[in-house]
């Protein structure tokens, strides 16, 4: 992980969103079964990488991220 994580809540859980070494954007969460998951959003999408930290921000219903 490279620069500083942010967090978020997300009901019934909550995770983690942080930029990877390489410049990804990296997810961990706590999975229904109580063991961290991780997923790499920027690979989903193409190899998107981001330039600065990602930030968390409440949205009702839910929650979003920007990076």
Not at 2 to 11: F, I, M, N, V, W
Not at 14 to 19: E, H, K, Q
Not at 37 to 59: C, K, L, M, N, R
């Amino acid at each position: 992980i490279a620069g500083d994580p942010t967090s978020y809540e997300s009901s019934p859980g909550f995770g983690i969103m942080a930029r990877g070494s390489n410049g990804d954007l990296e997810q961990f969460y706590l999975n229904s079964s109580g063991t961290w998951t991780h997923f790499d959003i920027s690979a989903a999408v193409g190899g998107v990488t981001i330039a600065g930290d990602p930030t968390s921000y409440e949205s009702s219903p839910g929650f979003g991220i920007m990076a």
